[in-house]
């Protein structure tokens, strides 16, 4: 069986495709990729809540600029499919919480938890999320 052809008008040509939805407003926030930035976050502050938790650091003036954010998840949350999910959820926080919460010049790292990331009402894991940036803004000072 063939696949119906495109229209005529021009408008949607054989092969077009959508652009890609991304994760995060890029002049907003970067996903961090690299090790090394994970392990700085790990020797920095931390914030521990009941669906996560939460490192975070402040680069020096001579790093790059933003808000950078990273997602991590052990074997212990689960298999692939679980860590996913848990990953993805995180993912969504952070995109609807740092731009109005983080503050410019600051990494952060989400780690999922086991059995709860996952499973926990997605407004308790945005409340989560707040109180433990604020805690970590609040130390700051």
């Not at 402040?58 to 790059?64: L, T, V, Y």
């Not at 010049?105 to 709860?116: E, F, K, N, Q, S």
Request: hydrophobic share 35%; net charge positive; aromatic share 4%.
């Amino acid at each position: 069986m063939t696949p119906p052809e495109a229209p005529e008008d021009g408008k949607n040509q054989p092969g077009d495709k959508p652009p890609a939805a991304s994760v995060c407003a890029p002049e907003t926030l970067t996903i961090l990729k690299n090790r090394s930035d994970f392990l700085k976050a790990a020797r920095a502050r931390r914030q521990g809540t009941s669906s996560m938790m939460v490192q975070a650091r402040k680069r020096a003036s001579d790093e790059a600029t933003g808000i950078r954010v990273g997602f991590t998840c052990s074997k212990k949350v689960g298999n692939a499919v679980a860590r996913n999910r848990a990953k993805r959820r995180l993912r969504e926080v952070a995109r609807a919480v740092l731009p109005a919460h983080g503050l410019d010049g600051w990494d952060y790292v989400l780690i999922g938890r086991a059995d709860v990331t996952a499973a926990r009402p997605f407004d308790s894991l945005l409340d989560d999320f707040r109180y433990a940036l604020r805690k970590l803004h609040n130390a700051q000072k």
